[in-house]
């Protein structure tokens, strides 16, 4: 497989990937230069697909590098997360994709009606959905934690969760039991993640993402993976 690094510099983060002989694939935009004989794709989307990409603001294009040399990505004030998929399926955050193995299936995944409206992301919401064998890059805002769960459940307040495996259930619930508790408690709708599988949070942004945020007063700096990239 190929070989991610994260390299710090001046303050922001890249991903630098190296390949031998191998085949990986990254988000449009993201290559700032590359060394070696590498090759690259630019595949076109179905029309299906393509109609998709637009409605759930997705990527119609995700270029492949075939080859051995080395990939350096656009930096940011974020960060970078690579994990394995060993086989099994994960749903992404809208913007956490940034690359991955091209042995790596992506595909687009609709979240529930209902969960999607009072999650605030519209009628209809298109994520991405990963799968197969090899290692995938998310944007990271934050340090990233995985949690582990075993018939159980995780509380979220806001879009902290980059990333968790298909076979969660992901659905909107109130954090309080009792209606007071809902409108006292200061916490209202939470997003929900029940079962047994894996999730990835970023519980608090880097600290130039943190300041950022607060200069422009802007809060999708800290809650949005792509958000000043």
Not at 46 to 57: L, M, N, W, Y
Not at 134 to 155: F, H, M, S, W
Request: proline share 3%; with cysteine; glycine share 12%.
């Amino acid at each position: 497989m190929a070989r991610y690094e994260v390299i710090e510099i001046e303050g922001m983060r890249l991903l630098r990937i190296h390949l031998e002989d191998e085949t990986v694939r990254t988000e449009r935009h993201a290559l700032t230069y590359l060394r070696g004989n590498i090759e690259l794709r630019a595949p076109l989307p179905g029309v299906g697909e393509a109609i998709r990409c637009t409605i759930g603001q997705q990527s119609l294009i995700r270029p492949s590098f075939s080859g051995s040399g080395e990939l350096n990505l656009r930096p940011g004030f974020g960060g970078y997360h690579v994990f394995d998929l060993d086989g099994g399926d994960w749903i992404l955050a809208r913007g956490a994709f940034w690359a991955s193995d091209g042995s790596v299936e992506i595909r687009l995944y609709r979240d529930p009606v209902f969960t999607s409206l009072w999650a605030g992301d519209g009628l209809i919401t298109f994520r991405l959905r990963v799968s197969g064998e090899g290692q995938v890059a998310l944007n990271a805002y934050g340090p990233v934690r995985e949690i582990q769960l075993e018939d159980e459940q995780v509380k979220v307040d806001g879009r902290l969760v980059i990333a968790w495996t298909a076979s969660l259930r992901y659905r909107m619930r109130r954090a309080a039991a009792s209606l007071a508790g809902h409108y006292l408690s200061g916490h209202r709708w939470m997003r929900t993640y029940e079962g047994t599988g894996r999730v990835l949070i970023c519980g608090s942004p880097y600290w130039q993402r943190r300041i950022l945020g607060a200069v422009v007063g802007d809060r999708s700096v800290t809650d949005e993976p792509l958000a000043y990239r």
